[in-house]
T-cell receptor, first 113, second 110 residues
Framework: NAGVMQNPRHLVRRRGQEARLRCSPM?????VYWYRQLPEEGLKFMVY????????ESGMPKERFSAEFPKEGPSILRIQQVVRGDSAAYFC???????????FGSGTRLTVV | KQEVTQIPAALSVPEGENLVLNCSFT??????LQWFRQDPGKGLTSLLL?????REQTSGRLNASLDKSSGRSTLYIAASQPGDSATYLC?????????FGTGTRLQVFP
């Protein structure tokens, strides 16, 4: 069991470019969550998805950010027109049931230059 | 709105000490509580999961307790070791997501 796989581990983007972060949940897990950790801050919830559905996106910035979890393939967190303030570690978690037993990936560290 | 607070924010102790890390939450209507460890520049490792109907969970030198009515959890680390140095995060499940605390940064020196 490979656990929650995130790639890339590190991503550097210039201001104005797009960033795509991928997350493959643990085998058998159909619930995916994205969190953001700004430097020297705690983890903040962004979005909760199940296959083909966004369940809760209350933590997502209103503009430039989107997430999907298609029927086939990994979950994608997409940030358009990145700005320096988007530099952070982005973590994905998955669970077999809602509200129970989250497993986290190693994160993607995004640096915007 | 659920808020999770952890004290102390930082702790530095000599090897061998027994430690208590505290976590408090404002809304007692939680489904469960999970303690994580995060090493610098790394992801999160789950340490213990306590369901809302449980009072405590144990794993090796770690013991976590939960008092839902008072909105508190404690993580007890016995006989601390330098390898325990990390940030410890408490998180509660409210409705459909984990809400994280601010973390306790622990350093255990030889």
């Amino acid at each position: 069991n490979a656990g929650v796989m995130q790639n890339p581990r590190h991503l550097v983007r210039r201001r104005g470019q797009e960033a795509r972060l991928r997350c493959s949940p643990m085998k058998g897990h159909s619930h995916v969550y994205w969190y953001r950790q700004l430097p020297e801050e705690g983890l903040k919830f962004m979005v909760y998805l199940q296959k083909e559905n966004i369940i809760d996106e209350s933590g997502m910035p209103k503009e430039r950010f989107s997430a999907e979890f298609p029927k086939e393939g990994p979950s994608i967190l997409r940030i358009q027109q990145v700005v320096r303030g988007d530099s952070a570690a982005y973590f994905c978690a998955s669970s077999a049931q809602a509200d129970y037993g989250y497993t986290f990936g190693s994160g993607t560290r995004l640096t915007v230059v | 709105k659920q808020e999770v607070t952890q004290i102390p924010a930082a702790l530095s102790v000599p090897e061998g000490e027994n430690l208590v890390l505290n976590c408090s939450f404002t809304d007692s209507a939680i489904y469960n509580l999970q303690w994580f460890r995060q090493d610098p520049g790394k992801g999160l490792t789950s340490l213990l999961l306590i369901q809302s109907s449980q009072r405590e969970q144990t794993s090796g030198r770690l013991n976590a307790s939960l008092d839902k009515s008072s909105g508190r959890s404690t993580l007890y680390i016995a006989a601390s070791q330098p390898g325990d140095s990390a940030t410890y995060l408490c998180a509660v499940v409210n409705t459909d997501k984990l809400i994280f605390g601010t973390g306790t940064r622990l350093q255990v020196f030889p």
